[in-house]
Each structure stands twice: as C-alpha cells, then as structure tokens.
C-alpha cells in the first residue's frame, strides 16, 4: 500500500513560480516512478511528466518543458515539480501518482497510487 499527498499549491500571478511537493509513505518511495499531472474543469486528465525509478530518467509533456522540472528525494520519500513561467492556462488540479513501471510516457490509467491532488490558480 502507497499513501501520496500533494501540497504547495495555491495562487500565483502570471510569470511566477510555485513548487509542488508528492510526500509518499507506504511502500520504499525509491522504488516507485512518479508522474505528475494535471486536470481543469471540462478536461481530460494531463500527463506533464514523469521520472523513473530505476535511473531517475525524465519525460516531460510539450506543454511544460522548459517551464517545469521533476526531482525526487529518495531519502526524504519526497517527489517534486517546480513550475516556473506559470500563466493561466495552466490553472487546475495538480496530481502526483505512483507506478511500479518503468514507461515514462504512461497515461493515469496506468498509475496504481494517487494523491487527492492541490489546487493551482494563475492570475493574469
């Protein structure tokens, strides 16, 4: 059993920046890949990007590269997704979800443990 909670969200004015934490019990974190992703209201779930377990690779969406950056700290069970250059399109529910898995491209289906998300509002 794996148990992730999301934090760091909130409101941010255009231009700015936030950072996302993904704290996990349960199940040894360093054995988990983590995704990120995200949901506004009327949308379909988004994969923004991911990092493997077994090398630390990441995948980033089209959408945020450049823009957000996926860490992990193994020894804090902490993952994380700075996001910089934020603007309004990119308001929504932000998710953290953990696989076993080794894809980096996996859509939310293919995620086994989830967090209830935190809210992101960027205002122009």
């Known amino acids: 059993q794996v148990q992730l909670v999301e934090s760091g969200g909130g409101l941010v004015q255009a231009g700015g920046s936030l950072r996302l934490s993904c704290a996990a019990s349960?199940?040894?974190?360093?054995?988990?890949?983590i995704g990120w992703f995200r949901q506004a209201p009327g949308k379909e779930r988004e994969l923004l990007g991911a990092?493997?377990?077994?090398?630390?690779?990441?995948y980033y969406a089209d959408s945020v590269q450049g823009r957000f950056s996926i860490s992990r700290d193994n020894t804090k069970s902490t993952a994380y997704l700075q996001m910089n250059s934020l603007n309004p399109e990119d308001t929504a529910v932000y998710y953290c979800?953990?696989?076993?898995?080794?894809?980096?491209?996996?859509?939310?289906?293919?995620?086994?443990?989830w967090g209830q998300g935190t809210q992101v509002t960027v205002s122009s």
């Open positions: 979800a953990g696989k076993t898995g080794i894809s980096l491209t996996s859509a939310s289906r293919a995620y086994n443990y």
């Open positions: 990092i493997r377990w077994t090398d630390d690779s990441t």
């Open positions: 349960g199940r040894t974190f360093s054995s988990l890949s």
